[in-house]
T-cell receptor, first 117, second 113 residues
Framework: GAVVSQHPSWVICKSGTSVKIECRSL??????MFWYRQFPKQSLMLMAT?????????EQGVEKDKFLINHASLTLSTLTVTSAHPEDSSFYIC?????????????FGPGTRLTVL | AQTVTQSQPEMSVQEAETVTLSCTYD???????LFWYKQPPSRQMILVIR??????QNATENRFSVNFQKAAKSFSLKISDSQLGDTAMYFC??????????FGPGTSLSVIP
């Protein structure tokens, strides 16, 4: 199956700083990438959908100025958490899909654990 | 709006036994896909099985099979010959073509040796 990587796998930062998380599709061109947030023992909550070369579509309640998403190429999307606060601490997961597939399977990255002190 | 419900927050099964995880969904769409994802302690999401709504035949993947009841909007997962490695969170999910996937709240499955 297709491989999606995320970097870093974990990050600890101070309150008020910004953190960038990268999501890469390693062996296919991802026309669409999704960013999820997952709190402990909870389900995945979709934050935004990004298509290569266009602005991301954010889900209701997600602050677009706080969670900046860039999908500049068919293999890379980035999520930047700006002015991070302790309540932003969570597990962030990206997934990638391709219009070349016959169904909308998403391939998931391994996730990034963010801890804001 | 589509919703996915999993009514069993936690389940356990003896090794080598069979267990069924329940899932119901609500949608007005006619063409869609249903998925079961597994999230082990590593937290890597793994696709277990998928079902296209237009297919009447239930999907199977080795020890995993589904019971898809379109009229009832039900999509249960049966795991046969349960193994210790099946211990994980299982998420039922709904999606339409090239669109976002909506996940249910999950069922934590423990396989007991």
């Amino acid at each position: 199956g297709a491989v999606v990587s995320q970097h870093p796998s974990w990050v600890i930062c101070k309150s008020g700083t910004s953190v960038k998380i990268e999501c890469r599709s390693l062996d296919f061109q991802a026309t669409t990438m999704f960013w999820y947030r997952q709190f402990p023992k909870q389900s995945l909550m979709l934050m935004a959908t990004s298509n290569e070369g266009s602005k991301a579509t954010y889900e209701q309640g997600v602050e677009k100025d706080k969670f900046l998403i860039n999908h500049a190429s068919l293999t890379l999307s980035t999520l930047t958490v700006t002015s991070a606060h302790p309540e932003d601490s969570s597990f962030y997961i990206c997934s990638a899909g391709s219009s070349g597939l016959s169904y909308n399977e998403q391939f998931f990255g391994p996730g990034t654990r963010l801890t804001v002190l | 709006a589509q919703t996915v419900t999993q009514s069993q927050p936690e389940m356990s099964v003896q090794e080598a036994e069979t267990v069924t995880l329940s899932c119901t969904y609500d949608t007005s769409e006619n063409n869609y896909y249903l998925f079961w994802y597994k999230q082990p302690p590593s937290r890597q999401m793994i696709l277990v099985i998928r079902q296209e709504a237009y297919k009447q035949q239930n999907a199977t993947e080795n020890r995993f099979s589904v019971n898809f009841q379109k009229a009832a909007k039900s999509f249960s997962l049966k795991i046969s010959d349960s193994q210790l490695g099946d211990t994980a969170m299982y998420f039922c999910a709904f999606g339409t073509s090239y669109d976002k996937v909506i996940f249910g709240p999950g069922t934590s499955l423990s396989v007991i040796p």
